[in-house]
């Protein structure tokens, strides 16, 4: 069975500051994996995803993810945080194999960022 | 454009009422979800779609029922709504393909009083 782990369910950093929400995987087959956003009160918004090919992922609103297979980690990193990046972040995954369509998702992360 | 609609996004109603929350999407996607979330929580999968006439509980009991009569249309009933239904409901569509991710609606807040 697939499952995510989002460490730290509140992470706060000041603006200009590093950015980094983690994400750890399980899986028995190779994933397919992906953050998500929400802003109060919307829907999830895909950031960016990680379908094996490069192991880089550049994602939309300056965010990007690095997939490492040894340490089953799909880890969310923005250089410098802006007012505008707060809002709740999910972690997901499913397996690149089968008829099995549904994301897992992580409990989530919510970034604040202090002025 | 492409898109995925979810009607109404807030609606407050009485204890007893039947209720239809609607989500359609433009996209022809197979793939529709629905998804129960109290605010600041995780996303709970309650119905999912894998196509017309296809319609399948997910992983939360819940008391609300899905059709799948058209491609594009995914309605969720409640036929009795309780204070304990009061939530955020998120519809999602995604093609087939496991390397594609899901698109959401802006979700239903539903408060029953």
């Known amino acids: 069975a697939q499952s995510v782990t989002q460490l730290g369910s509140h992470v706060s950093v000041s603006e200009g500051a590093l950015v980094l929400l983690r994400c750890n995987y399980s899986?028995?087959?190779?994933?397919?994996l992906f953050w998500y956003v929400q802003y109060p009160n919307q829907g999830l918004q895909l950031l960016l995803k990680y379908t094996s090919a490069a192991t880089l992922v550049k994602g939309i609103n300056g965010f990007e993810a690095e997939f490492k297979k040894s340490e089953t980690s799909f880890h969310l990193t923005k250089p410098s945080a802006h007012m505008s990046d707060a809002a709740e972040y999910f972690c997901a995954v499913r397996i690149s194999g089968g008829s099995n369509y549904k994301l897992t998702f992580g409990k989530g992360t919510l970034l604040t960022v202090n002025p | 454009e492409a898109d995925i609609y979810q009607t109404p996004r807030y609606l407050v109603i009485g204890t007893g009422k039947k209720i239809t929350l609607e989500c359609s999407q433009t996209m022809g996607h197979d793939k529709m979800y629905w998804y129960q979330q109290d605010p600041g929580m995780e996303l709970h999968l309650i119905h999912y779609s894998y196509g017309v006439n296809s319609t399948e509980k997910g992983d939360l009991s819940s008391e609300s029922t899905v059709s799948r009569i058209r491609t594009e249309h995914f309605p969720l009933t409640l036929e009795s709504a309780r204070p304990s239904h009061t939530s955020q409901y998120l519809c999602?569509?995604?093609?087939?393909?496991?390397?594609?991710?899901?698109?959401f609606g802006s979700g239903t807040r539903l408060t029953v009083v």
């Open positions: 899986s028995s087959v190779p994933p397919y």
């Open positions: 999602a569509s995604s093609p087939s393909g496991a390397n594609y991710g899901y698109t």
